[in-house]
């Protein structure tokens, strides 16, 4: 399992290691690896800060970022 620090994440790190998650998600919504990437990112970094179990923070942010991309398809242009 993959456990991600928090000190990891104060200083800016990328989340290593969430890549198949991040594809999968980008895969699943048709959607750009860059855009998918680029939302991960943010729900991890407002996430981790408060965290207390952190091992399960990577399936928060990926369900997260699938409703927020999915809410945006929905969406009518």
């Known amino acids: 399992m993959i456990e991600i620090s928090l000190s990891d994440h104060a200083q800016g790190a990328a989340a290593p290691g969430h890549r198949p998650t991040k594809e999968s998600i980008a895969r699943a919504l048709q959607t750009p690896y860059a855009e998918v990437d680029r939302l991960y990112e943010q ?12 091992q399960f923070l990577g399936v928060i942010v990926g369900k997260r970022v699938r409703t927020r991309l999915q809410q945006r398809l929905r969406q009518p242009d």
Do not use: F, N
């Open 43 to 54: 729900e991890l970094a407002r996430l981790a800060p408060e965290a207390k179990i952190t």
